[in-house]
């Protein structure tokens, strides 16, 4: 997948084909997961995202960072 990531000044406006479209705050990156036309998936990385997406028939997610479990297990 592709990565955008935003410095404190910058913002970025991904546009879908169907006239959605994800925006990534400052101080922000996402992971274009899947722009699969049936199935759009976002990763967001750090920061904020904000979408706007059009009624459609297609399954749209956003998703959380990863979360790593840090330590050993007792």
Known sequence: GYFIKTDATGRAIVA???????????????????????????????GDVYTRVVKSDRKFSVLRSEERRVGKEC
């Open 16 to 46: 879908l084909d169907d006239g959605s479209s994800v925006r990534v705050s400052s101080s922000s990156s996402i992971k274009l997961q899947s722009l699969n036309p049936g199935d759009i998936k976002v990763r967001n990385l750090t």
